[in-house]
T-cell receptor, first 112, second 112 residues
Framework: QKEVEQNSGPLSVPEGAIASLNCTYS??????FFWYRQYSGKSPELIMFIYSNGDKEDGRFTAQLNKASQYVSLLIRDSQPSDSATYLCAVRHSGSARQLTFGSGTQLTVLP | NAGVTQTPKFQVLKTGQSMTLQCAQD?????MYWYRQDPGMGLRLIYY???????DKGEVPNGYNVSRLNKREFSLRLESAAPSQTSVYFC???????????FGPGTRLTVL
């Protein structure tokens, strides 16, 4: 069973701070990693994805991969109250190009 | 473009009743997916379809059937609903690159 684990939180940070979200995965051969944001009562929407060969920065968001320790992180700089949501990590494992395995999500609250 | 649409938005069934959840996408995507989301469990893949005419089981297929009617539509059927199938069901689609799954608004199903 290929697993993706996230701390369910809730994680609270003050407005303007850096929020750090982490996700661990069990399959060392995993090839790509995704972060989705889900507002309460809404559907998930993709924030960003990275491949196994590097990190990525997009505006206030940075996704980083640590292959040796098998975890991926999402950093949100200058956090805003509108960033308050559940963040889902998803992994495309080796041998399953069309499937993603999702973690259970981390609930983030940004306090004004 | 409507993206991914799902009907109905809400449904209440009694144990043993059957129903079909409908999903359609207008993005000309080949791949389509059905997930269920339960509190604390994240998104779990029920079935997916890589292209018109093909379907494959995901992590939790028992109690469900699917039909890829054409490229646009992918339906999920519960033949004999059980309380354990109370959940929020999301349909998603993805293009050739498979780098982003676009989610529908979800169907909130309660089985009494």
């Amino acid at each position: 069973q290929k697993e993706v684990e996230q701390n369910s939180g809730p994680l609270s940070v003050p407005e303007g701070a850096i929020a750090s979200l982490n996700c661990t995965y069990s399959d060392r051969g995993s090839q790509s990693f995704f972060w989705y944001r889900q507002y309460s009562g809404k559907s998930p929407e993709l924030i960003m994805f990275i491949y196994s060969n590097g990190d990525k920065e997009d505006g206030r968001f940075t996704a980083q991969l640590n292959k040796a320790s098998q975890y991926v992180s999402l950093l949100i700089r200058d956090s805003q109250p509108s960033d308050s949501a559940t963040y889902l990590c998803a992994v495309r494992h080796s041998g399953s190009a069309r499937q993603l395995t999702f973690g259970s999500g981390t609930q983030l609250t940004v306090l004004p | 473009n409507a993206g991914v649409t799902q009907t109905p938005k809400f449904q209440v069934l009694k144990t043993g009743q059957s129903m079909t959840l409908q999903c359609a996408q207008d993005m000309n995507h080949n791949s389509m997916y059905w997930y269920r989301q339960d509190p604390g469990m994240g998104l779990r893949l029920i079935y997916y379809s890589a292209s018109e005419g093909t379907t494959d089981k995901g992590e939790v297929p028992n109690g469900y059937n699917v039909s890829r009617l054409n490229k646009r539509e992918f339906s999920l059927r519960l033949e004999s609903a059980a309380p354990s199938q109370t959940s929020v069901y999301f349909c998603a689609s993805a293009g050739i690159a498979l780098n982003e799954q676009f989610f529908g608004p979800g169907t909130r199903l309660t089985v009494l």
